[in-house]
């Protein structure tokens, strides 16, 4: 899991702000998935991406978006179309099924 | 699309005692079956995982058990002590392992 890092841990954004939140890998993993967590619930796919320039939308996208230049890194944009985005971002790498997480980044609206 | 159902949704046991969480899956084409536990502000962490071939899988006092034809696996822990004490979710996904599907989560509360 040490090899998952997301940043920031915290983030505050004001309406209509767009915001980016960072996911790297060093695990030299081709999976990686973004997920958002809220409050007393399990966690919902927002993307995911099998290889590099490839990325899917999974069942909560609408309001967000991705991109996968480089293996290691996946970051994710939180878009003021996104109109209750508050939640805990959780990242995800995954080989062979196994699926690892980042510490996640708590975002919150203002 | 596959749809994972999870209960109970919390579960409170006394030290030393055994606890089961339950999930059922929709989709029969799911093979691997992973389950999680995740500390209060936590990351997820994997703590075992069964692959449709195989009916248990044993580790120290963890087990998890599928069962194909009724589409349930559980989690078993036996023992538990109060550091067990967190939210596990359980998680299916297909061959190509693309999208893995989350239950809702458990919270389980051991009491000393």
């Known amino acids: 899991d040490g090899g998952i890092t997301q940043s920031p841990k915290y983030l505050f954004r004001k309406e209509g702000q767009n915001v980016t939140l960072s996911c790297e890998q060093n695990l030299n993993h081709d999976a990686m998935y973004w997920y958002r967590q809220d409050p007393g619930q399990g966690l919902r796919l927002i993307y995911y991406?099998?290889?590099?320039?490839?990325?899917q939308k999974g069942d909560i996208a609408e309001g967000y978006s991705v991109s996968r230049e480089k293996k290691e890194s996946f970051p994710l944009t939180v878009t003021s179309a996104q109109k209750n985005p508050t939640a805990f971002y959780l990242c995800a790498s995954s080989i062979r099924a196994k699926q690892f997480f980042g510490p996640g980044t708590r975002l919150t609206v203002l | 699309g596959e749809n994972v159902e999870q209960h109970p949704s919390t579960l409170s046991v006394q030290e030393g005692d055994s606890a089961v969480i339950k999930c059922t899956y929709s989709d029969s084409a799911s093979n691997y079956f992973p389950w999680y536990k995740q500390e209060l502000g936590k990351r997820p962490q994997l703590i075992i995982d069964i692959r449709s071939n195989v009916g248990e899988k044993k580790d120290q006092r963890i087990a998890v058990t599928l069962n194909k034809t009724a589409k349930h696996f559980s989690l078993h822990i036996t023992e538990t002590q109060p550091e067990d004490s967190a939210v596990y979710f359980c998680?299916?996904?297909?061959?190509?392992?693309?999208?893995?599907?989350f239950g809702s989560g458990t919270k389980l509360n051991v009491k000393p």
């Open positions: 991406s099998q290889i590099v320039n490839d990325f």
């Open positions: 998680a299916a996904t297909g061959y190509n392992f693309n999208k893995f599907y």
